[in-house]
């Protein structure tokens, strides 16, 4: 325990001096070299990411296009069903119309068969 309270300065010490030491030569030395060599040894890594990068925009633009059609497809579909409808409604309603139109004949006939069917009681 007394030997690394005693130690602990001249650690201290060794650790701000290394640490200076180290960052007064760093300038000088480690870019020049590691950059030159760290470039060389990323140059693949980054042609590798790019070519990743362009196939997925190229995956990205496929989709937006396949989106794309498949969007004007349902809106042509629903655009067709809307018609269909559209038609459905109009024949319903031209059905009801004529079924109206044959009730209210029905009942025009039948106001209308007293009256005719009186005179020919009255023969009998």
Not at 11 to 26: D, S
Not at 69 to 91: I, P, R, V, W, Y
Not at 101 to 123: E, F, G, I, V, W
Request: zero cysteines; hydrophobic letters at 45%.
């Amino acid at each position: 325990m007394n030997m690394n309270v005693k130690a602990l300065p001249l650690i201290v010490l060794a650790a701000v001096l290394g640490t200076t030491g180290a960052i007064a030569q760093a300038p000088k030395q480690a870019p020049a070299q590691s950059s030159a060599a760290d470039a060389k040894n990323m140059k693949p890594e980054m042609e590798r990411m790019r070519a990743q990068m362009g196939k997925m925009q190229t995956l990205m633009k496929d989709n937006m296009a396949k989106m794309a059609a498949a969007d004007a497809a349902m809106k042509s579909h629903m655009e067709t069903q809307k018609a269909n409808m559209k038609g459905q409604m109009e024949l319903q309603q031209a059905m009801l119309d004529q079924l109206q139109t044959m009730t209210d004949h029905m009942q025009s006939m039948t106001d209308h068969m007293p009256m005719m069917a009186s005179p020919a009681d009255a023969h009998h």
